[in-house]
């Protein structure tokens, strides 16, 4: 029972344990200060452009699950070196797990918007985890059978090795329990599900019948909550107590304005639909979606701190642990429909989309305007303070880029049979007139006009679909999209970096015999 594997996982499982005190400790400071989160915030913080979008493009919203897997077995392979140093010298062992421990109170620290109550979780985890290792190597010492052997130190070790086993197998449920409870903890904290939201002023029409309904795997009109692409740089979801809430508009502003969530709830509501876009997108990605929105004009919340004699020339959002966002002024007040919204397709924000509001903001990719979480907005200047993807070189000024996907049919390795197949997909041109017009080219010859779907809104995307009567063989499939300024989206190939990708979707489409 003094083994060196043995040690090893005694350190893996002492460790799991300080996990898991850290992570239910959390629950009630500040969760995104649990050790684990808490390290793979720092990661992505520190993790350099390229590699965040090779991460991106390879793993997709698995992204952080990978990250965190990783961050996790790092941790546990020095856990487990850990165990084994505890093995000749307690402290020593001891000492290595602390250490670990203070790299990630330090990386709990270094987050946006930390405090010092960050660091209580790391102190939970220290604590836990150097207690238990302790514990396990108090019962393998015992049941380490004594140097000169007599019948009454034999029996006891067969007690003393069952005790080992035990004290184990209690740590992984302890560990299993704490982590549990921490997660249990965070979502009774505040639900979405206990906000009522009022109607808008004027509520928008039931949304026409998609194209979905007619040609399967053409993306929905209005994509549900649980289906709506995630991007952010959170590894959990920030879960904000919703009567402790408020927003704050500061800055070079007439007045200061701090509203409670139910003040919001009171003023005047509008509803929109409005397609977000990430910059992140590659050409024909995943990482948009439309929605129905419900919440107040931004305009109205500007109006309330007085504007008239500001010099900024940025909206510089907070979120709740301090996460920043820059959204030029002069495009959020130029009349689009930019909105603090409380509502998304009919429920309250969902958390992993911003609960309890966050900016929407036609025609802006997300990491320049859509604020989840958000806290506060100040009015500043991009001379005075530099947001998060600022810091990072992305465009200040970055409008979507109108753009057409192709959902259907899929490319190689599928097949698709011979005969007529309908191409269809989606495509968007946000606050540029929307989508006028959408072209499919098949092996590089004429563009042809595809059927559009239903017209919702100009700040909305569009399905469209085409017949196309597929020939045996491998054929090319490209569509393009003209706005309702009759400007044709741009061609060129260009990479998210630093403003968006461009070019033309195209897909090989293998046909059958
Ligand atoms: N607080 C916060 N808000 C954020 C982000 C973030 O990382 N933190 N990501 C932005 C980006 S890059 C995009 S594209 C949109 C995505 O919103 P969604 O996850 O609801 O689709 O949120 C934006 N708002
Ligand atoms: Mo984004």
């Not at 239910?24 to 990661?43: E, H, K, R, Y």
């Not at 006028?436 to 100009?458: F, R, S, T, Y």
Request: glycine share 10%; hydrophobic share 45%; charged share 20%.
């Amino acid at each position: 029972m003094r083994s060196r594997s043995a040690y090893a996982a005694f350190g893996v499982l002492a460790t799991l344990v300080g996990m898991g005190a850290g992570h239910l400790v959390a629950a009630f400071t500040s969760p995104a200060s649990s050790p684990v989160l808490a390290v793979g915030s720092a990661v992505i913080d520190r993790t350099p452009v390229p590699l965040a979008q090779w991460a991106i493009r390879t793993f997709g919203t698995a992204d952080k699950a990978v990250l965190i897997g990783s961050v996790m077995l790092g941790v546990l392979l020095l856990a487990g070196l850990a165990g084994v140093l505890a093995r000749r010298r307690f402290v020593v062992g001891a000492a290595v797990l602390v250490v670990l421990v203070v790299v990630a109170a330090a990386a709990a620290l270094t987050n946006a918007g930390a405090g010092a109550l960050d660091v209580v979780p790391a102190l939970a985890t220290a604590v836990a985890g150097v207690a238990a290792l302790a514990l396990l190597d108090r019962l393998a010492r015992r049941a380490r059978p004594a140097r000169t052997t007599d019948a009454t130190t034999s029996a006891s070790s067969g007690v003393g090795r069952r005790g080992v086993l035990l004290g184990a197998g209690s740590m992984v449920v302890l560990a299993a329990a704490l982590a549990g409870a921490g997660r249990l903890v965070g979502r009774l904290r505040s639900a979405p599900a206990d906000v009522t939201l009022p109607a808008a002023a004027q509520p928008l029409p039931a949304l026409p019948t998609g194209l979905e309904e007619t040609y399967p795997g053409i993306s929905p009109l209005q994509v549900p909550n649980e289906d709506f692409y995630r991007v952010d740089t959170r590894l959990d979801v920030p879960i904000v107590d919703v009567d402790d809430w408020t927003l704050t508009i500061d800055g070079d502003v007439d007045q200061e304005v701090v509203l409670t969530f139910d003040d919001i709830a009171a003023m005047e509501l509008v509803e929109r639909d409005i397609t977000l876009t990430c910059v992140s997108n590659s050409v024909g990605g995943e990482f948009v979606g439309g929605a129905r929105w419900l919440g107040v004009p931004l305009m109205s919340l500007l109006k309330m701190a007085g504007i008239e004699n500001t010099k900024a020339d940025q909206l510089f959002s907070t979120d709740v642990d301090g996460m920043t966002i820059s959204t030029p002024l002069a495009l959020a007040t130029d009349g689009r429909d930019a909105m603090l919204a409380i509502g998304m397709n009919g429920e309250p924000l969902p958390r992993e989309h911003g609960f309890p509001a966050r900016m929407v903001i036609p025609g802006l990719y997300g990491f320049i305007s859509a604020t989840k979480w958000i806290e506060r907005i100040t009015l500043t200047t991009y001379a005075e303070q530099e947001s998060y993807w600022t810091e990072r070189d992305w465009a200040t000024d970055a409008p979507i880029k109108p753009s057409a996907r192709i959902d259907t049919p899929q490319a190689l390795p599928e097949t698709v049979a011979p005969g007529e197949v309908v191409v269809g997909g989606v495509a968007w041109a946000q606050t540029q007139g929307g989508v006028a017009k959408i072209e499919v080219a098949i092996d590089g010859g004429d563009w042809q006009q595809a059927e559009l779907g239903p017209e919702v809104d100009n700040d909305y995307w569009r399905q469209w679909f085409y017949r196309w009567d597929a020939t045996p063989g491998l054929h090319s499939v490209a569509a393009r999209v003209t706005d309702g300024e009759g400007d044709l989206q741009s061609t060129k190939e260009a990479p998210p970096f630093p403003s968006g990708s461009s070019g033309i979707h195209l897909l090989q489409i293998s046909v059958s015999d």
